[in-house]
């Protein structure tokens, strides 16, 4: 099969572009005949010439322009432009990248006849099992622009959670190192150099230097194996949170974790809530919905906690009901879901819980990283002047025993 793009006439006098798929230009004619269009003029598809060409462009999609595309797409669908034609006209904005590539790859399965959807389940690793569920949702609804444009407000919702996320965890994590670093440094090259000098004392070492030099032996010494079993141990927990039952039991404990434990729980339920939204407003069965948006929780012990909920739903128990059975989540949106159901309005009490929850979790991060950055450096500092006052001391004290 080959794409072609054409110009014809339609029975009333309109003309009519876009493009067809045949095995060849006279089947292409044939078919858009039998379709009641004249053709004025047939050409092979330049996007398909341009999807080969960009063949070796592949590769995963960078969320931020996945948001974009999609952003891109509701605006045209939503202004009556076809599926086919959106995606061709968005896939231009991305000259060179793998979106380019994903967004004709995509388009020509559409041409073939198949489904936005289902033409997004052949390249799974850039269009997740919620982003088709979605997708589809909205086809089957007739809404498919407004979808796509919810769609593309919660990605860059989860974009801003993500940055905030990473700012609250990397930034801390590496000025740690960077202090650990200095007093590494400072304990295996700066230490000895000093000690050499005090050799030639006559006089008792402070209990504080003693100690000092004790531990830069015993760095110098034991140091490479030291590091070698903390990377084992890291190395380690990393793989065992992989096993079902310790992750769970990780999961549980954060969550017990004074206000580590409110953080995760405020993170995990605003993401799930956010794509409840999301898929309730666009005609979605609330069933149906959590199906969907239960993968959008990382934690474990709440995740499965949601299948708990899927499954009492199905005997017929109310969402809010199950939900506050699972202890597991905020009390305000649980509330605010039964408000949802009694007043028929669920997805947009999801809506409003998933923001309430985003704000706080914003605003609490945001105290962490004031206070920690200070604490951090004052912890470097007084570890700084121990080992300062540690090599001073003796110098002091023979100064003293001199006058």
Known sequence: MQAFDYEAVTGTGKTSRGTI???????ARRDLRAKGLTPLSMSQSQMRQSAE??????????????????????????????????????????????MKTSLLGIRSHVLEGRRLSEAMSTDP??????????????????????????????????????????????YPIVLSFVALAV???LMVMVVPKVV?????????????????????????????????????????????????????????????IPFIGRLSRDMNAARFSRTMSGLISSGTPVLQSMLAAKNTIKNLVMREAIEQVIEQVRGGSS????????????????????SGETSGDLGQMFSISAEYMEGEFDSSTT?????????????????????????????????????
Do not use: C
Request: aromatic share 6%; net charge positive.
């Open 21 to 27: 798929m045949a095995t060849s230009a006279r089947a």
């Open 53 to 98: 060409s960009n063949k070796s462009v592949t590769g995963r999609v960078k969320t931020k322009f996945l948001t974009q595309a999609t952003r891109q797409l509701a605006i045209l669908i939503r202004a009556d432009t076809p599926v086919v034609d959106a995606l061709q006209v968005t896939a231009l904005q991305f000259d060179g990248l793998p």
């Open 125 to 170: 690793k850039n269009y997740s099992k919620l982003y088709r569920s979605m997708v589809a949702s909205g086809e089957n609804s007739g809404q498919l622009g407004a979808v796509l444009e919810r769609l593309a407000d919660d990605l860059e919702s989860a974009q801003k959670t993500r940055r905030k996320i990473i700012g609250a965890t990397v």
């Open 183 to 185: 007093i590494i440094i």
């Open 196 to 256: 050499e000098q005090f050799s030639g004392f006559n006089q008792e070492l402070p209990k504080l230097t003693l100690a000092t030099i004790a531990l830069s032996e015993w760095l110098q010494k034991n140091g490479i194996f030291l590091a070698l079993i903390v990377t084992a141990l890291f190395a380690t927990g990393y793989h065992s949170l992989k096993i079902e039952n310790v992750r769970r039991r990780f999961d549980n404990l954060m969550l017990k």
């Open 319 to 338: 969402v809010g009901g199950a939900l506050k059975k699972t202890t597991v989540f905020p009390p305000l949106m649980v509330h605010m879901v039964a």
């Open 367 to 403: 105290i962490v990283l004031n206070l920690l950055e200070p604490l951090i450096i004052i912890l470097l500092g007084g570890v700084v002047l121990l080992i300062v006052a540690a090599i001073f001391l003796p110098i002091l004290r023979l100064n003293t025993l001199a006058y």
